[in-house]
C-alpha cells in the first residue's frame, strides 16, 4: 500500500534535488518531441519521446501537488506546476500536430 506521509517526507526532504533533476529534463525531453515533429520523424519516435516527456511532466506535477498538501503555497510552486502543465500540453500537441499534419500532406 502507498503510505501518502512517507512520500511527502521524501519530496520535502530531497526537493532541491528533485527539481534539480526534473526541471532540465523536462525541458529538454519536451524541446526534443518538438524538434522531432518539426523535422518530420516517424510517429513512433514522436510517440516514445512525448510519453518519456508527458511522464516527466506529471511527475513533476504530482511534486507541486504534495507540497499544496503540505501548506506550502509560494510562487515557486505555482511556477513549477505551470512549467510542468505547459510541458505536458506542448507534447500532446506536438503529437497531434504530427498526426494531423501527416494526414493531410501525405
Known amino acids: 500500500m502507498l503510505d501518502f506521509n512517507t512520500l511527502t517526507q521524501f519530496y520535502s526532504t530531497y526537493c532541491i534535488g528533485i527539481c534539480a533533476f526534473l526541471i532540465p529534463l523536462n525541458l529538454l525531453a519536451t524541446f526534443s518531441t518538438i524538434m522531432l515533429t518539426l523535422l518530420g520523424r516517424p510517429a ?51 503529437v497531434l500536430f504530427n498526426k494531423l499534419f501527416t494526414k493531410k500532406y501525405s
Do not use: D
Not at 52 to 59: E, G, K, P, R, V
Not at 64 to 92: D, E
Open 44 to 94: 513512433i519516435q514522436i510517440w516514445q519521446t512525448a510519453i518519456i516527456a508527458s511522464f516527466l511532466a506529471l511527475l513533476m506535477i504530482l511534486h507541486v501537488f504534495a507540497w499544496f498538501m503540505m501548506g506550502v503555497v509560494m510562487a515557486p510552486t505555482y511556477i513549477l506546476l505551470g512549467l510542468g502543465s505547459i510541458c505536458l500540453f506542448t507534447n500532446f500537441a506536438a
